[in-house]
């Protein structure tokens, strides 16, 4: 499942291409499931001729925000991804199409069905983003600060890691990358940890993720002694960028 140095990849593609363009035109394919809450074509009516003026994300979550109307929230789920083009056919698996005045295309694609394409009117003050927690990128707390999102909590750390209402955007490997790092056991009871190891997950968890979105959330670009290329090397032996800029 894309983490958040995905997610912050593709906003930043979309930013690139999106922010400050007009979207001339809009196709949706018919998949309720996909879109969540409002049907393609609603989704199509609120983009098309308005002006994308942002293109923020919080935790696993990004969104476009719109001149007028509603904002445009995306889930990637196990296989979004977002694709930027100019001429061709559009690619394998898409569900949402937008042209600017620039003539560039941006399509959202999912081979697994399982992102979602929802509108909002005040993302961060709506479900499911007002159920989150920080942003374990922009948000990240100090080390007390950590330390009290902790401390009541006796389930395991990795555990507590993954849950979206303690840090936004941590996942599987991230948190093993991290409490690797921080040489701290996974099963660990997330409330015993002491001020020391509270100091190193958090380093643990900036550096992690800082180096991870400025690879482009490459794996081929992360660093060779990280776990990652033993343990998720194997299964995942490329990132979804990687395969991405092989086939263009």
């Given at each position: 499942m894309p983490e958040l140095p995905e997610v912050e990849t593709v906003r930043r593609l979309a930013e690139r291409s999106l922010r400050g363009r007009r979207i001339v035109s809009v196709a949706a394919a018919d998949d309720r499931l996909v879109f969540e809450g409002a049907s393609p074509g609603r989704v199509a009516a609120a983009l098309r001729g308005r002006q994308v003026t942002a293109v923020r994300r919080k935790g696993k979550h990004f969104w476009l925000e719109l001149d007028e109307g509603p904002a445009v929230l995306f889930h990637l789920g196990m296989s979004g991804w977002i694709e930027t083009y100019r001429d061709g056919a559009r690619p394998r698996y898409w569900k949402l199409e937008m042209a600017t005045d620039a003539g560039v295309r941006v399509a959202m694609t999912d081979a697994r069905r399982l992102g979602r394409i929802r509108l909002r009117d005040e993302p961060l003050a709506e479900p499911p983003l007002a159920r989150l927690g920080l942003d374990a990128l922009d948000e990240l707390p100090s080390s007390a600060g950590l330390?009290?999102?902790?401390?009541?909590?006796?389930?395991?750390?990795?555990?507590v890691l993954l849950d979206q209402s303690v840090l936004a955007g941590v996942g599987n490997w991230i948190a093993d990358e991290v409490l690797y790092q921080a040489e701290i056991d996974p099963r660990r009871p997330a409330a015993s940890l002491d001020g020391r190891e509270l100091r190193r997950l958090r380093t643990a968890l900036r550096t992690v993720i800082r180096r991870a979105v400025d690879a482009e959330a490459d794996d081929a670009r992360f660093p060779r002694a990280w776990l990652f290329h033993r343990r998720w090397g194997g299964r995942r032996t490329r990132s979804p960028c990687a395969a991405r800029r092989s086939s263009t």
């Open positions: 330390g009290r999102l902790l401390h009541r909590r006796h389930a395991p750390v990795k555990a």
